[in-house]
């Protein structure tokens, strides 16, 4: 139902990098990228997304690079995933699928409405430090 992108996944990693920094530290892409063995351009482009979402903080200057701009507790799943893959629905349609024809129809057959909306919720209740939690997933 859902699959998680590059964009997802680099920007988990890097959102799991600056989660370890400590409080009032900075980490430069560039430094990011070696440790994690990730594309420096690819990198860059995720951060603008992620700091136009505010979930990151952008200081220039020596001691300067990236930061979370809240803690790891604070900063939901739902948000970063919103930031880095756009938006999170089941299925390629309008989200209020006022313009299509054969909304009674898929509705009765899938339920993707409910569904999603179950899936939604689900991943509001977590944050990036509840992902953290289970390291597997991102620390490749």
Excluded at 34 to 49: G, M, S, T, V
Aim: charged fraction near 20%; aromatic fraction near 6%.
């Amino acid at each position: 139902m859902f699959k998680l992108s590059s964009r997802g996944d680099y920007g988990l990693m890097l959102l799991n990098h600056l989660a370890k920094l400590g409080p009032g530290q900075y980490a430069s892409l560039s430094s990011i990228a070696r440790q994690r063995h990730l594309p420096l351009k690819y990198l860059e482009q995720l951060a603008a997304d992620l700091l136009a979402a505010k979930i990151l903080l952008g200081k220039e200057g020596k001691g300067g690079g990236y930061a979370l701009a809240k803690p790891a507790t604070k900063l939901k799943l739902v948000s970063i995933l919103q930031a880095l893959e756009g938006r999170l629905e089941p299925v390629d349609c309008d989200q209020s699928c006022r313009h299509c024809e054969r909304q009674a129809a898929c509705e009765q057959k899938t339920g993707w409405r409910q569904l999603h909306a179950k899936f939604y919720k689900l991943l509001a209740g977590y944050t990036l430090a509840d992902m953290m939690a289970n390291s597997k997933i991102i620390n490749h």
